[in-house]
């Protein structure tokens, strides 16, 4: 199983570094047509998008979420920052398992 980057180019770039092929897009019909051609592909398990990218998309990645077996689309904030309204993975972590998880100083 693969993981795949479909998102802005400094995110993609930074995914290339550690392994993750990718494919950089800069609108939602690209984003489209990224995520129809990465889903195509039985190797890729695992696509990572942007919150912004996928909000380009949203009801294309929501179909996928409900009517496809995979790939497992995976939300990252992008670089300019987690969408406004989205609970961050902090806040995701504790709703899913009641541990909070907090900073330590120094990190």
């Excluded at 995110?11 to 290339?16: I, Y």
């Excluded at 294309?60 to 300019?80: K, M, Q, S, T, Y």
């Amino acid at each position: 199983m693969k993981f795949y980057c479909i998102a802005d180019e400094d995110t993609v770039r930074g995914f290339r570094l550690a392994g993750v092929e990718g494919r950089v897009v800069t609108s939602a019909s690209e984003a489209a047509e990224a995520l129809e051609a990465t889903a195509a592909d039985p190797e890729h398990g695992v696509v990572i998008l942007t919150q912004q990218v996928a909000a380009a998309m949203r009801k294309l990645v929501d179909a996928f979420r409900l009517e496809r077996d995979g790939p497992l689309l995976v939300e990252i904030p992008g670089r300019e920052g987690p969408l406004a309204g989205r609970k961050t993975l902090r806040h995701l972590v504790h709703a899913a398992v009641g541990v909070r998880l907090d900073k330590r100083e120094g990190t």
